[in-house]
């Protein structure tokens, strides 16, 4: 997604981007791993990291960059099993995975960065946030909304992205209304 979508100059020019979190009790059970102690505002990882990503949102312009190498980092099966090699999912590497990521936020001050990650701002970002995406537009765990409807993706990490990035490119060029670009009209995506 982020090389065929967000890597696309067109594209990217005609895509409001904005990150916002699912935190309810089928996230809890995808990504159950715990970070206790790192925020008093939350145990689970899964959630500290969407405060972390929300800071950088909040605050930097190089967010979506931050964002993507959090997204590398993370576990997309969810499964213990494989959060076992997640930094993310480990209280005593947690904070050295975000500090490689926010290497990219050259606009935003790292001890910023934790400051708001581990303190109330973060749990204000993250509340508001889950506040806009209510429980029942949860899709499974890899899904995209645009202009007001959800795509989802296959479910299952041995399924192929391709597809669903397809249709997400159809979804875009759909809605957007203005000349569309290049990318709209190419033979598999032509809306």
């Not at 910023?112 to 506040?131: M, N, Q, V, W």
Request: with cysteine; charged share 25%.
């Amino acid at each position: 997604m982020n090389e065929k979508v967000f890597g696309n100059a067109e594209l990217a020019d005609i895509i409001a981007l904005r990150f916002d979190v699912l935190e309810n009790k089928p996230v809890e059970g995808f990504h159950d791993a715990k970070c206790e102690g790192l925020t008093p505002s939350t145990d689970f990882c899964n959630f500290v990291a969407d405060g972390a990503n929300l800071c950088a949102q909040a605050h930097s312009e190089k967010w979506w960059d931050f964002v993507a190498c959090m997204y590398s980092a993370a576990d997309p099966n969810g499964d213990k099993e494989h959060d076992a090699k997640n930094p993310l999912a480990h209280t005593d590497s947690f904070d050295q995975q975000v500090a490689t990521c926010a290497k990219k936020l050259t606009d935003y001050g790292s001890k910023d960065h934790f400051t708001c990650i581990h303190g109330s701002e973060g749990a204000a970002l993250r509340k508001a946030s889950a506040a806009k995406t209510p429980d029942a537009k949860f899709a499974g765990p890899v899904w995209v909304e645009v202009a007001g409807k959800v795509v989802a993706s296959p479910h299952g990490p041995a399924l192929p992205r391709g597809p669903w990035i397809k249709d997400v490119i159809k979804a875009v060029c759909a809605a957007y209304t203005g000349q569309k670009p290049e990318a709209c009209t190419q033979a598999d995506v032509i809306v």
